[in-house]
C-alpha cells in the first residue's frame, strides 16, 4: 500500500504555470507506472501525463490537449512525482489526481487531488 499526496494547485491566470507535486509515502521506484489525470465537473477522469516502465523502457505518454505545455517528472530520491503546467488554459480547470501503478495491468493507487483553476 502507498500514500500519495497532491500538492501544488491553485488559482492561476490563463498562461500562468503551475507546478503540481505528488509524495508518496515509499519508494516510487517500486512503481512502473505513475501519471497524472484530472476530473471536471460532469467529467469523467481522464489522462493527463503518464510516464511508463513496465516494457522495459521509459515511455512518456501526453494527453493532446496538453502536448508541449506540460511536463511529467520524477524524483527517485524525494519519492515525489511532478507535472509541469506552462501556458494554462481555463479548460485545464480541473481537480488533478496523482496515481501509481504496480504495472498498467494493476489497480492504481490515487491521491486525494488538488484543485486547479485557470481563470482571470
Given at each position: 500500500?502507498?500514500?500519495l499526496?497532491?500538492?501544488g494547485?491553485?488559482?492561476?491566470?490563463?498562461?500562468?504555470?503551475?507546478r503540481?507535486?505528488?509524495?508518496?509515502?515509499k519508494?516510487?521506484?517500486?512503481?512502473?507506472?505513475?501519471?497524472?489525470?484530472h476530473?471536471?465537473?460532469?467529467?469523467?477522469?481522464?489522462?493527463?501525463?503518464?510516464?511508463?516502465?513496465?516494457i522495459?523502457?521509459?515511455?512518456?505518454?501526453?494527453?493532446?490537449?496538453?502536448?508541449?505545455?506540460?511536463?511529467?517528472?520524477?524524483?527517485?530520491?524525494?519519492?515525489?512525482?511532478?507535472?509541469?503546467?506552462?501556458?494554462?488554459?481555463?479548460?485545464?480547470?480541473a481537480?488533478?489526481?496523482?496515481?501509481?501503478?504496480?504495472?498498467?495491468?494493476?489497480s492504481?493507487?490515487?491521491g486525494?487531488g488538488t484543485?486547479v483553476?485557470?481563470?482571470?
Amino acid at each position: 500500500q502507498v500514500q500519495l499526496v497532491e500538492s501544488g494547485g491553485g488559482l492561476v491566470q490563463p498562461g500562468g504555470s503551475l507546478r503540481l507535486s505528488c509524495a508518496a509515502s515509499k519508494s516510487i521506484g517500486e512503481f512502473n507506472v505513475m501519471g497524472w489525470y484530472h476530473q471536471a465537473p460532469g467529467m469523467q477522469r481522464e489522462l493527463v501525463a503518464r510516464i511508463d516502465d513496465t516494457i522495459g523502457g521509459e515511455r512518456t505518454t501526453y494527453a493532446d490537449f496538453v502536448e508541449g505545455r506540460f511536463t511529467i517528472s520524477r524524483d527517485t530520491i524525494k519519492n515525489t512525482v511532478y507535472l509541469q503546467m506552462n501556458s494554462l488554459k481555463p479548460e485545464d480547470t480541473a481537480v488533478y489526481y496523482c496515481s501509481l501503478q504496480l504495472t498498467i495491468y494493476n489497480s492504481p493507487h490515487w491521491g486525494q487531488g488538488t484543485q486547479v483553476t485557470v481563470s482571470s
